[in-house]
T-cell receptor
Framework: DAMVIQNPRYQVTQFGKPVTLSCSQTLNHNVMYWYQQKSSQAPKLLFHYYDKDFNNEADTPDNFQSRRPNTSFCFLDIRSPGLGDAAMYLC??????????FGPGTRLTVT | GENVEQHPSTLSVQEGDSAVIKCTYSDSASNYFPWYKQELGKGPQLIIDIRSNVGEKKDQRIAVTLNKTAKHFSLHITETQPEDSAVYFCAASADSSASKIIFGSGTRLSIRP
């Protein structure tokens, strides 16, 4: 049973062309996270939502935005992708004090 | 802020032998220490975690130990099997309100047949 679902699994976009990645969850968790993971590196937290409250990491570029229209869905918008934004993007969810459950990720390629 | 260091970066062990991965953390307020396994092309999966009120936790072939005084925690995998081959990440969290975790740099574990 899929719990954290990410679509698409693979996304190719052109340099500078806006792209949106989506995440949905069936766990009814109140916290949702977006991570960026580059090859052979640890996941890096971009931002998280605690219910509807948005929390941005200090070093997350303005090029990255997020929306959470309801409990189940969260979107990552990259306004003007650069070559350096090519990475795996991971969505995760948790309860307030519980473990994080990760989705399978979306691998973004920028051409 | 919290900093988590993980060693070794790569580890190769013979099938059936044990594997040990070690991490240190800097923030004495950290109270939650999860370990994640990430297989190629997949998201990280939690395999075991420990909170600061216990020193050791075991789940079948996997165990984690925590030394709060030294700010060390370790993952032990016994009787390793080929399916244990993956990248393992330790992490630490001091943010009990939102489960915000800081990852170590990862260990690529290879099991030799």
């Amino acid at each position: 049973d899929a719990m954290v679902i990410q679509n698409p699994r693979y996304q190719v976009t052109q340099f500078g062309k806006p792209v949106t990645l989506s995440c949905s969850q069936t766990l009814n968790h109140n916290v949702m996270y977006w991570y960026q993971q580059k090859s052979s590196q640890a996941p890096k937290l971009l931002f998280h939502y605690y219910d509807k409250d948005f929390n941005n990491e200090a070093d997350t570029p303005d090029n990255f935005q997020s929306r959470r229209p309801n409990t189940s869905f969260c979107f990552l918008d990259i306004r003007s992708p650069g070559l350096g934004d090519a990475a795996m993007y991971l969505c995760a969810t948790s309860t307030t004090v519980g473990e994080q459950y990760f989705g399978p990720g979306t691998r973004l390629t920028v051409t | 802020g919290e900093n988590v260091e993980q060693h070794p970066s790569t580890l190769s062990v013979q099938e059936g032998d044990s594997a040990v991965i070690k991490c240190t953390y800097s923030d004495s307020a950290s109270n939650y220490f999860p370990w994640y396994k990430q297989e190629l092309g997949k998201g990280p999966q939690l395999i075991i975690d420990i909170r600061s009120n216990v020193g050791e936790k075991k789940d079948q072939r996997i165990a984690v130990t925590l030394n709060k005084t030294a700010k060390h925690f370790s993952l032990h995998i016994t009787e390793t099997q080929p399916e244990d081959s993956a990248v393992y990440f330790c992490a630490a969290s001091a943010d009990s309100s939102a489960s915000k975790i800081i990852f170590g740099s990862g260990t690529r574990l290879s099991i030799r047949p």
